[in-house]
């Protein structure tokens, strides 16, 4: 738990959530209008390590509603994810990072954005500004 004392330094940028599939995919299964349309769709899950999968964290007129992704495909991942979705076998729920260049091309379409979910960036927390050499190398290195 952090303290009025501790100092903040951000290290990661806030990530955003994106649903996407190959313009083919979408002429298969047609575009979800909400996320109750999901259940249609084949879709690609991402597994943690303790073998549950991540259900997908959705907004939905301001609530937090989770979707359990059904489909043939489980990666434990995210690179692979993507690049599941790049070769057309479901639609996956990534970060927008590892599929920015394809959105960009159209080999990639984003779905369903206003339900999207914001992961917020990370930050380290140390006690207080006077810290050993050691550890301002590791923050200088870390911090955005």
Not at 18 to 46: E, K, N, R, S
Not at 128 to 142: E, G, K, Q, Y
Request: proline content about 7%; overall charge negative; aromatic content about 12%.
């Amino acid at each position: 738990m952090k303290n009025a004392g501790m100092v903040a330094v951000r290290i990661t940028p806030d990530l955003e959530m994106v649903m996407v599939a190959t313009p083919d995919h979408f002429l298969q299964y047609g575009f979800p209008q909400t996320p109750a349309d999901l259940a249609g769709h084949p879709c690609i899950a991402y597994q943690f390590a303790d073998g549950s999968l991540y259900q997908w964290e959705l907004w939905q007129e301001g609530k937090s509603i989770k979707h359990r992704p059904q489909g043939q495909w489980v990666f434990s991942d995210s690179y692979m994810e993507a690049a599941a979705a790049k070769m057309g076998l479901g639609l996956a729920y990534v970060p927008e990072e590892l599929v920015s260049d394809e959105l960009e091309r159209g080999s990639l379409i984003q779905v369903l954005k206003p339900y999207s979910h914001r992961l917020a960036g990370q930050y380290i927390y140390y006690p207080h500004r006077n810290v050993s050499p050691a550890l301002r190398v590791v923050i200088d290195a870390l911090k955005l």
